[in-house]
């Protein structure tokens, strides 16, 4: 059974840094892998899509990298702005089924 | 706005109470999907409809009812729950065509508090 993981669960960091957050995933089958980012009393906003034949995909400041082989994906944010504090949740969409599989999601907080 | 619009925003009522949770979809899509997430916890999908039939029931209690009229509405109805139901309770869309790469777009949530 696929499982999603996100570490940290909560993150802190001063404005202006760059910050990786990490998603792994047990069962490398999978279709694609999404970043999606949540803000308080809203839905969720799809930030990027990489498929599993990819590497990486950026977007401006953000930057998401797959590993398929280890069940690793990273979201880098360059240059850290306090608009990007949400929560960060990442999902795999499986091969078999096309199923959702969600991770519990980082909860961001940047300081100004 | 994303499209995907979701009444009431939030929602406290007893364990005995019937109350019933709207979404309403402005973006053409024919796929309709109700999402639970819990503090901490990863979403859990819990019913799927596509073309207003259901097509996924993720072994969802009977307390909750979903209703689908057509493909632009989707209703959760709640009744008899339980404390631990306490959630936000997300609708999502997707044009239900292509599995493999439907994207799905958000509802802003209904927060269910159940005494």
């Known amino acids: 059974k696929q499982e999603v993981t996100q570490i940290p669960a909560a993150l802190s960091v001063p404005e202006g840094e760059n910050l990786v957050l990490n998603c792994s995933f047990t069962?490398?089958?999978?279709?694609?892998l999404q970043w999606f980012r949540q803000d308080p009393g809203k839905g969720l906003t799809s930030l990027l899509l990489?498929?599993?034949s990819q590497r990486e995909q950026t977007s401006g400041r953000l930057n998401a990298s797959l590993d398929k082989s280890s069940g690793r994906s990273t979201l880098y944010i360059a240059a850290s702005q306090p608009g990007d504090s949400a929560t960060y949740l990442c999902?795999?969409?499986?091969?078999?089924?096309?199923?959702?599989?969600w991770g519990a999601g980082t909860k961001l907080i940047i300081k100004p | 706005e994303t499209g995907v619009t979701q009444t009431p925003r939030h929602l406290v009522m007893g364990m005995t109470n019937k109350k019933s949770l709207k979404c309403e979809q402005h973006?053409?899509?024919?796929?309709m999907y109700w999402y639970k997430q819990s503090a901490k916890k990863p979403l859990e999908l819990m019913f799927v409809?596509?073309?207003?039939?259901?097509?996924e029931n993720n072994s969802v209690p009977s307390r909750f009812s979903p209703e689908c009229p057509n493909s632009s509405h989707l209703f959760l109805h709640l009744h008899t729950l339980q404390p631990e139901d306490s959630a936000l309770y997300l609708c999502?869309?997707?044009?239900?065509?292509?599995?493999?790469?439907?994207?799905?777009?958000f509802g802003p949530g209904t927060r269910l508090t159940v005494l």
């Open positions: 999502a869309s997707s044009r239900g065509t292509t599995p493999r790469t439907d994207t799905q777009y």
């Open positions: 973006l053409g899509h024919n796929a």
């Open positions: 409809y596509n073309f207003k039939e259901q097509t």
């Open positions: 069962d490398s089958a999978i279709y694609n």
């Open positions: 990489i498929q599993s």
């Open positions: 999902a795999v969409r499986m091969d078999s089924n096309y199923q959702l599989i």
